[in-house]
């Protein structure tokens, strides 16, 4: 609403230091520069591609999806070969990913494309947080991937990393907290927003641990809260 007054979560993001959000973009690049990892949905912008990576990907590990999702695609090469699977043979492929749903979601998809995007995927968040099994950060990790749009990502990686280097006290479903949402935003950079992405998510997977991080081989530890936390 036009006027309102910030609520407290979003008056956190927004104080943060410029200056070290500068640092931790600058140095957290440099690491990323060096240190991406390398999995077949990153090598290509395809949309559809990428949907189904972000699809299978969700609360399941990077390393695990690849063989699936190597298959999934050489058996549904396109939107129109998913949208004419079966349920059953969805799931029979999808069996060591877990969670059955994810079979119904992708088919429901497929159809909702075809019939009401005629074949092609819908390229703002808005339309694709109206799909089937589509949430926020999925959206926007196909928007930023796919289409190179300039959207942040939040999950459970990204926010760890938030949270410990700025001292900030997100709410306990990471995915919903605004204060964590709008931090991530704020220290996105203006262009390659894609790439800022990755690197967030494989600083958290291989650096910023949620169990024994790294942090004498940290770049950040400088300057990060946590560690200057634990030394105290």
Not at 6 to 24: C, G, R, Y
Not at 83 to 112: M, N, T
Not at 190 to 214: Q, S
Request: proline letters at 5%; charged letters at 25%.
């Amino acid at each position: 609403m036009k006027g309102a007054t910030k609520e407290p979560q979003e008056n956190a993001a927004s104080n943060l230091d410029t200056a070290k959000i500068k640092w931790f973009r600058h140095h957290l690049s440099i690491w990323g520069t060096q240190n991406l990892r390398d999995f077949p949905w990153r090598q290509t912008c395809d949309s559809y591609a990428i949907l189904v990576a972000e699809n299978l990907l969700q609360k399941t590990d990077a390393a695990t999806v690849v063989p699936i999702y190597k298959a999934f695609l050489f058996k549904y090469p396109t939107l129109e070969n998913l949208a004419k699977a079966s349920i059953d043979e969805l799931s029979e492929l999808l069996v060591p990913l877990g969670l059955y749903f994810r079979a119904e979601r992708l088919y429901q998809c497929a159809r909702i494309i075809l019939e009401q995007y005629g074949g092609k995927i819908p390229d703002s968040e808005k339309q694709l947080l109206e799909l089937p099994g589509i949430g926020k950060y999925t959206a926007r990790a196909i928007c930023s991937q796919a289409f190179s749009q300039p959207l942040a990502v939040l999950d459970t990686n990204v926010a760890r990393i938030l949270e410990r280097f700025f001292g900030l006290q997100g709410e306990r479903v990471k995915s919903r907290c605004k204060i964590l949402w709008g931090a991530a935003e704020i220290i996105a950079p203006n262009k390659e927003v894609g790439k800022w992405n990755l690197t967030l998510l494989d600083f958290g997977a291989m650096v910023c641990r949620a169990k024994n991080p790294l942090c004498n081989d940290c770049p950040l530890s400088a300057k990060c809260n946590y560690v200057q936390t634990q030394r105290t």
